[in-house]
């Protein structure tokens, strides 16, 4: 079995029943990314579920010196590399920097010349622009998730992103879905365990106000 760590309120959230739905007939897609230090050595993972929710297609990489960032973009721009591109797509990431870039600030860099409105160059020009060119002409909806929460589709791409990061070996797995570790992966139903132990974590970090 994989190994499994750990939705919370977020960019267009969708209920599990929705999510399933929609991915027994298209395409839903998994994504995550990891580095360590920032700049540093770091990993992507993504998982694809297509042809009517029956095969899943883990995909995972790594660069020497990247960043958290560049690492969420590539996890989701190779994600959608393999996917049909003719299916409606479904995308959980649980990077609100890529949600945020891909649905109100791309259109905008490309128009000034992929700069800021503050006139600075846009950070990771190079995949942005890839993106962009691999999200055209294509039906694609963009779905935040938490992190660490116990969502198996993201705790997979976590694992898989962050063996990659550290160069540890890892089997990707492409085949059925019915003979994968995690038959239940496109239910985003987050633990609540898991989700009360962040907030819990993430409370004693920031302090008393």
């Excluded at 929609?22 to 993504?46: H, K, Q, Y």
Aim: net charge negative; hydrophobic share 35%.
């Amino acid at each position: 079995m994989f190994p499994i760590e750990g939705l919370q309120d977020g960019f267009e959230v969708i209920s599990p029943e929705t999510t399933i739905a929609l991915a027994l007939d298209d395409t839903t897609i998994f994504t995550d990314g990891s580095s360590r230090g920032n700049p540093g050595p770091g990993g992507w993972g993504a998982l694809v579920v297509e042809e009517k929710g029956t095969h899943v297609k883990e995909l995972g990489g790594r660069e020497d010196r990247t960043t958290n960032n560049r690492m969420e973009i590539k996890a989701a721009l190779e994600g959608l590399r393999h996917s049909s591109s003719d299916s409606k797509i479904l995308v959980n990431t649980d990077s609100k920097y890529l949600i945020n870039s891909i649905t109100l600030w791309i259109k905008g860099w490309k128009k000034n010349g992929w700069k800021t409105k503050t006139k600075e160059d846009v950070a990771n020009r190079d995949l942005w622009e890839e993106m962009h060119e691999a999200c055209e002409k294509r039906t694609i909806e963009w779905n935040y998730v938490g992190g660490h929460v116990g969502i198996l589709g993201n705790e997979r791409c976590d694992h898989i992103a962050t063996a990659f990061a550290d160069e540890m070996d890892i089997s990707l797995y492409d085949g059925p879905l019915a003979a994968y570790d995690l038959p239940n992966v496109l239910d985003v139903s987050r633990d609540e365990m898991k989700a009360v132990a962040k907030k819990s974590s993430s409370a004693k970090k920031s302090g008393p106000a």
